[in-house]
């Protein structure tokens, strides 16, 4: 990925994700592939989670904050 590209992703994932949604997000992105542990990855400031996100993966992680705010807005159908 592009280095300006990947930096406008990290950046507008700093900027976008909702509070709601980040122990969802540290948890998948924190754990750095299980070394980390669930309460240490908690512990983690978003930013620096986001800045540990692998270079290939900052589009991807983009396109989930994306998907999650439009569940947010979105009112949740009763059965």
């Known amino acids: 990925m592009n280095k300006k590209l ?14 709601v949604w ?3 997000f540290k948890l998948m992105y924190g754990r750095n592939s299980g070394k ?11 930013d620096v989670v986001v800045d540990e996100i692998p270079t ?3 589009s991807w992680a983009m ?14 159908i009763e059965a």
Not at 36 to 46: A, G, P, T, Y
Not at 63 to 76: A, C, D, G, T, W
């Open 22 to 24: 980040q122990n969802t």
């Open 63 to 76: 396109e989930q904050v994306e998907n999650s705010l439009k569940k947010l807005e979105k009112p949740e």
């Open 6 to 19: 990947e930096k406008f992703c990290r950046d507008s994932l700093k900027a976008k994700l909702p509070e």
């Open 56 to 58: 290939q993966k900052p």
């Open 36 to 46: 980390r542990s669930v309460e240490d990855s908690q512990k983690m400031l978003i």
